[in-house]
């Protein structure tokens, strides 16, 4: 995969209730504690890959809060690689 492929949305509508800010917030905090990463780096990351994606700021937040929320091991494939790539691109 590389970085012009899109991630899905793969959560629908779990976080319909949350701000749009305070779900990018959680999704920030969560890239940071994983990444060791800035606030603004995790903000970068975060409007990079949905730009990149052609999706909305917060269908990739939901994505990576409900990831993080379950304690998995790695997010989807998709959403992986895009993080991935958006940290090569912003970390020396």
Excluded at 9 to 34: F, N, P
Excluded at 61 to 82: I, L
Aim: include cysteine.
């Amino acid at each position: 995969m590389n970085c012009a492929e899109h991630p899905g949305s793969e959560t629908g509508q779990r976080y319909g209730h949350e701000t749009d800010a305070s779900l990018v917030a959680r999704a920030e905090a969560a890239l940071m504690a994983a990444h060791g990463c800035t606030p603004q780096v995790a903000a970068g990351i975060l409007t990079g890959v949905a730009r990149s994606a052609g999706t909305e700021l917060r269908t990739v937040a939901e994505t990576v809060a409900a990831v993080a929320e379950s304690n998995a091991q790695a997010p989807p494939e998709t959403v992986r690689a895009a993080i991935t790539c958006a940290l090569r691109n912003v970390l020396p």
